[in-house]
C-alpha cells in the first residue's frame, strides 16, 4: 500500500490535559486562540517530515466546545488521544475513546504529563484498544519522535 503524502491528524482529550502545549512542542508557532489559557477555536499546524506533510487540528477540551470536536473529526487520518497521567483516566477520556471507537476512528494515545506521574498501562488496555500508547510530557519534550515515528510509519 502506497503511505499517503498528505494526513490528517486531530489532537483531541479533555480540558487541560496538554493537548495545544503538545503541538507546540512537536510544531514550534501553531495557530491558535485562547481565552486565560483555555482554547476556544481549532489550533492548526503542520509538518512536513520524509516528504509527507501532517496537518495537526488541535480540538478545545472544554465541554461546550463538543460540537468542535466533533466537526474538526471529519475525515481524519487518526486521532491523537491526549491523556494526563497526573489525573489518571477520567470519565470523561472514557467518553472521548468511547466516542472515537462508535464512529471507527482510528486512534493513538499519547499519556502527557509523566513527568509528574504514570498511569499503569495495564488500565489502558483494559478500558481501549488503540494503535498505539505513548508516554512521555509535551512540556519537556519527551516522546515526541515516537509520535511523529508512528504517524510516518504506521498503516492507519
Ligand atoms: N508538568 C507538565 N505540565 C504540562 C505538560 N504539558 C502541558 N502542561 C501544562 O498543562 C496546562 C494545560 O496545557 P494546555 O496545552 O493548555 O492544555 P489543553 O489540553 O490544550 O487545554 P484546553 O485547550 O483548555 O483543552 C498548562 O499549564 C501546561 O503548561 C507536561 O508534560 N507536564
Ligand atoms: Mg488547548
Known sequence: MKKRDEIKVVV????????????????????????????TA???????????KIHFFGTPGQKRFEFMRDLTLKGTTLALVVLDAS???????????????????PYGIFINKTDIKKIELDEISKYFSPKFVIE???????????????LLNDHF
Open 12 to 39: 483531541i482529550g479533555s480540558s487541560d490535559v496538554g493537548k495545544t502545549t503538545l503541538m507546540e512542542s512537536l510544531i514550534g508557532n501553531i495557530g491558535k486562540v485562547e481565552h486565560r489559557g483555555i482554547t
Open 42 to 52: 481549532i489550533d492548526y499546524g503542520s509538518l512536513t517530515v520524509n516528504g509527507r
Open 87 to 105: 489525573k489518571g483516566i477520567t470519565e470523561e477520556d472514557i467518553e472521548i475513546i468511547k466516542s472515537l471507537e462508535s464512529k471507527n476512528i
Open 136 to 150: 512521555g510530557s509535551a512540556l519537556k519534550k519527551i516522546g515526541l519522535n515516537e509520535i511523529l515515528n508512528h
